[in-house]
């Protein structure tokens, strides 16, 4: 057993200093052994949370795959949706194989549970024209505007992740070479080149605004993107910045950050981009997360096929 993990005390009685050491055990070794990202850790503990709540005085040593099976229509009964319930029985997974390792228990019935049957459901994707009406959205009048504008821009021209885009350093976007370097789920670092309309934007912020921003701070942080006090900027603000602009361009109000990641890899399969470069660039482990894209294009090629064709 890895030093790292916080073994389990097998003499506390009470179950809820019992439940509570599982959860601080149980996400220490998440982000210690299993390298998982901050929000993949957080959204684990709140699974863990509904299901200690669910499991209540219950033993956790007599469960049996139908009381599991009871929790899942527990969830199901709560409204979430099959995605959601599927992570839910993911997360129970893991947690029970991380008490076997603890010798808490000698069996995992979760492995023994069924997942919901989850659609693959075609990701929502901006037109070109819809693109530049959105990056084109920030004006003078806008605080940090020059900010917000390579925001956008980066989020489109790399197609990372909204975290991705919010911790990145200085150190990481070499504007002469012309490429970034991203740190995506489980730390790992990938290469995404950058486009002149996206390195034009972040030299354009730099010269006018980073400076005035990191002098708020006292000192030059290292982030790229700053806050309006020299801070970070979180990636809850630049949601918030893009259904501004989303909405200032006429835009539906659903668009998240997810979806300029989904426009690029679109837009680039469909003007002929090898999807292992695709793949590569978004950081998916597997090409079979990348060719959900190409059912994107495919789907709209039909729907213009159904619109144009004289017998469709």
């Known amino acids: 057993m890895s030093p790292a993990r916080r073994r389990l005390k097998p003499h506390v009685a009470s179950p809820t200093r019992a439940t509570a050491a599982w959860e601080d055990s149980f996400v220490h070794y998440l982000s210690a052994e299993c390298h998982l990202s901050e929000n993949t850790v957080a959204a684990y503990r709140r699974d863990l949370r509904r299901f200690l709540e669910w499991l209540n005085a219950r033993d956790l040593k007599g469960l049996t795959v139908k009381d599991l099976s009871d929790y899942a229509s527990w969830l199901h009964e709560k409204g979430l949706a099959a995605s959601s319930l599927a992570r839910h029985i993911v997360s129970l997974r893991l947690f029970l194989r991380y008490l076997q390792l603890e010798g808490v228990l000698t ?9 919901p049957q989850v659609w693959e459901r075609i990701p929502k994707v901006l037109t070109p024209q819809q693109v530049d009406a959105l990056l084109d959205s920030p004006k003078p009048f806008d605080p940090c505007y020059r900010r ?20 990145l350093r200085m150190e990481d976007v070499h504007v002469e070479e012309r490429y970034c370097l991203c ?130």
């Not at 989303?246 to 890899?265: K, M, N, Q, T, Y």
């Not at 003007?271 to 894209?293: K, N, P």
Request: charged share 25%.
């Open 107 to 115: 069996t995992n019935q979760a492995e023994l549970l069924a997942s």
């Open 183 to 312: 740190r995506g789920k489980g730390n790992k670092e990938r290469v995404v080149p950058l486009g002149e309309r996206a390195i034009m934007r972040f030299q354009e912020y730099l010269e006018h605004e980073r400076p005035q921003l990191a002098e708020k701070n006292g000192v030059d942080p290292p982030w790229a993107f700053l806050s309006y006090r020299g801070r970070r900027i979180r990636r809850e603000r630049i949601w918030e910045l893009l259904k501004l602009y989303a909405l200032r361009a006429g835009l539906p109000g659903d668009i998240s950050p997810h979806v300029l990641r989904h426009s690029f890899a679109t837009h680039l399969l469909a003007g002929g981009a090898d999807l292992r470069l695709v793949q590569e660039m978004l950081g998916h482990a597997s090409i079979a997360t990348t060719q959900i894209y190409t059912h994107v294009d495919f789907a709209r090629l039909k729907a213009i096929h159904r619109r144009f064709h004289p017998r469709a």
């Open 148 to 167: 917000n504008r390579a925001i956008l821009e980066f989020l489109y021209a790399t197609g990372c992740r909204v975290s991705e885009v919010a911790n």
